[in-house]
């Protein structure tokens, strides 16, 4: 069974940051391709980041390109995701994600942690 725990998230004032992690089964981590996901309210879920098993590739989203750095400790089995500069529009339920190939479409991923909250007030 594959299990993908996130943490990290709360409420933020604009400018301040985060870190989220996603903690996952450890044939899972190496096997993978890692992503961060997103949901805001009455929106589609869109890539935020994704982190290639191998080489450790990074892949971001235009809207959070310089502020927001992904990452990995293969020792852990844990990505994480480094958010600064937040801005009240990064507002949504952010979702971790493992799948066989790095994509940035969610319908890729076979995996999905439970979400957490970042709320970034103005």
């Known amino acids: 069974q594959v299990q993908l725990v996130e943490s990290g998230g709360g409420v933020v004032q604009a400018g301040g940051s985060l870190r989220l992690s996603c903690a996952a089964s450890r044939d899972t981590f190496s096997r993978q391709r890692m992503a961060w996901f997103r949901q805001a309210p009455g929106k589609e879920r869109d890539i935020v980041a994704t982190?290639?098993?191998?080489?450790?590739?990074?892949y971001y989203a235009d809207s959070v390109k310089g502020r927001f750095t992904i990452s990995k400790d293969n020792a852990k089995s844990t990505v994480y995701l480094q958010m600064n500069s937040l801005k009240p529009e990064d507002t949504a339920i952010y979702y971790c994600?493992?799948?066989?190939?790095?994509?940035?479409?969610?319908?890729?991923?076979?995996?999905w942690g439970q979400g957490t909250q970042v709320t970034v007030s103005s």
């Open positions: 982190i290639s098993g191998s080489n450790g590739n990074t």
């Open positions: 994600a493992a799948g066989p190939q790095t994509s940035v479409y969610s319908t890729q991923y076979a995996y």
